[in-house]
């Protein structure tokens, strides 16, 4: 039998791979792809990658691949358009899986629920990211003058810290004081449970709410979703999660975790596309309606933002003035939201209904396990120019791991890297995140990574190599940092 360390095992490891077969429902960008300057004759139903071969993409907690699919259901979306005009917000076609416009929202909650864990009536198709969770802040945050604060992680993504700080803004506090942030101990990259349940425990006399990542960005950690919420409802105070790198990454079970809310994009692991359409989670809970509540003069569903989308449904189109939300995470909703989006993340969810999510999050443990074996069990480990920040529980993480390199590096490593075709993406100053994602990624493309990835190491410290487009090639010109 080949040892681990060998080309020929990690080819092995995909032959009794049961998921192999849906990496071709994907379009694998080839080495030529990456440095072509235009589009003309691209094809989206050739074969994957061209006579030179795929490139190794690493960066779907960046930016997910391409579904083969994809492209035929948006064609079939504009087709319904040009020859049915508004009527196809109602018109069912025989000879395609697509809703009419005006269910295409139902449709993809339902199937979205089977990824986070919950009914369908408790999660909603909407929006973005970031506006997302401003809908669901301004329901949830509901501060006094006694209990105003909001606890949230020392490294949370920008986007949510500038988040809850204008919450705090517009509730007329001072972030400065509304702000409970959870600081790394010393030189540590993760969180302990204990350390957010001791925040919690300090603070719950004046805190009205906490948001917290489900898997924080920078360092892959998988925080412990279900005690950290059930600690946070012992103690009276409501929890909410961003799972922007959660969903379609790992097994959440939002509603037996009983999370109050949760908010998430689509482009990552869920392959929707740059900018899809985003998603969101409310309990049932919180979700329940009671008009005759409204007719007494008291609150007779959760106060929030409203607009006409989140109206119930046989009632939308009579344009009367009274609000009556559809029971659920749907009441949230705002506006109409886009079909053509909707249709990009359907191609997606048709294909992770061809496996279910435990059997993802099996094949990415091994996956990830493998790529930190390998990593880590060299004969020269003790003189590795890196170290792992991402938890090597694999319980306490998700597809991701981050590689810290030593100071210098980073940008003659990604050139390295970028020369060999090799997709993954940095955080400055020396981290490389690199994330095999379970639909398509293969145990051969780890092991291509870790080989070059070596070797790159070994070219720089030596004192050559180039420079990286990542860092120099205009995409931080761009806003590349935020849009990761």
Known sequence: METISTREYAIELDRHDQLRHIRSEFIIPSKSDLKRKTLTGVSTKRTSGTADGPCV????????????????????????????????????????????????????????????????SEVAVMGTLTANLHVLMASFYRPTKEKFKI????????????????QIRNHGFKPREGMIIIEHLDTSHTLTTSQIISTIDANV????????PGIQYYTGQYFDIKTITEHAHAKGVNIGWDLAHAVGNVDVQLHDWDVDFAAWCNYKYVNA???????????????QVDMQAEERGKYGFRPRLTGWWGADKAT??????????????????????SALDITALLASLEIFAETNMSALRDKSQRLTSYLENLL??????????????????????????????????LEGVLAELEAQSVVVDERKPDVIRVAPAPLYNTFEEVWLFVDIFRKSCEKVKGGSGGESVMLDGGKEDRGWEQIK
């Open 57 to 120: 993409y690493l960066c779907g907690n960046s930016l997910g691949l391409q579904p083969r699919r994809t492209s035929e259901r948006i064609s079939s979306h504009l087709s319904a358009w040009a020859t049915k005009g508004v009527l196809g917000h109602y018109f069912e076609h025989e000879d395609t899986p697509l809703p009419p416009f005006l269910h295409a929202d139902d449709v993809a909650a339902e199937k979205m629920a089977s990824l986070v864990g919950a009914s369908k």
């Open 151 to 166: 606890i949230l992680e020392g490294k949370a993504f920008p986007s949510d810290h500038y988040a809850i700080e204008s």
């Open 205 to 212: 006399d004046s805190t009205a709410l906490i948001l917290l």
């Open 273 to 287: 596309g740059p900018g899809a359409i985003a998603g969101l989670f409310v309990h049932e809970k919180h979700g």
């Open 316 to 337: 939308r189109f009579v344009m009367g003035n009274r609000f009556i939300p559809i029971p659920g995470a749907a009441g949230y909703q705002v506006s109409n939201p």
């Open 376 to 409: 880590l069990h060299t004969p020269s480990a003790s003189q590795n120019p890196y170290h792992i920040i991402t938890p090597s529980n694999p319980h306490e993480r998700g597809a991701q791991l981050s590689i810290k390199l030593n100071p210098g590096l």
